[in-house]
């Protein structure tokens, strides 16, 4: 293929798969890592994709995959805080809307990092990444009834986590 096209294709998906690959590790190297190795794959097997209008959805699926690989090899990792350097602020939002929506993605953020990684992956691609079920079980060779109760099953975890305890009182913007 084309260099040209190539590099278009990394730029236009770089962003989203970083973002993802941070998602799943946490770890702002191992984020890089994973994402320079899902576009390598990626151009090694393009001939195996059959829409190259997928290319997006198909490249993150391959950094999250990498990036529990990395988490399985690299048990002691260190995690930081630098998901905002690739964030998308809405510049239409009022102060007040702004702050309660970082408030918010920050308590999602936080919950997330308490998943386990294949939970994390599971509800970055359909949330995230906006990926259908289908497409999720084609990107990751599972059954759709798998990717289901996988959905299932994460999105019960995180609802758990963001419940406000007896000592909190959470309050949500209407």
Excluded: C
Excluded at 66 to 77: A, E, G, Q, T, V
Excluded at 99 to 110: K, L, V
Excluded at 132 to 145: D, H, L, N, R
Aim: hydrophobic share 40%.
């Amino acid at each position: 293929m084309d260099q040209g096209i190539l590099e278009k294709l990394y730029h236009r998906h770089f962003n989203k798969t970083f973002r993802t690959a941070y998602l799943v590790t946490r770890d702002y190297q191992l984020a890089e890592d994973a994402t320079q190795e899902a576009f390598l794959r990626a151009f090694s097997n393009l001939s195996a994709l059959r829409e190259i209008e997928k290319f997006g959805s198909w490249v993150s699926v391959i950094a999250a995959n990498y990036s529990i690989d990395l988490l399985r090899k690299n048990k002691k990792i260190v995690f930081t805080e630098n998901i905002s350097l690739h964030a998308n602020p809405s510049t239409h939002d009022s102060p007040q809307e702004s702050w309660d929506n970082h408030e918010t993605a920050q308590e999602i953020r936080e919950a997330l990092f308490l998943l386990t990684p294949e939970d994390r992956e599971i509800l970055i691609l359909k949330y995230f990444n906006e990926l259908s079920v289908k497409e999720i079980a084609a990107a990751t060779a599972a059954p759709t009834g798998t990717v289901k109760s996988r959905l299932f099953r994460a999105r019960k975890k995180i609802r758990a986590l963001l419940q406000p305890t007896e000592h909190e009182n959470r309050q949500t913007s209407k």
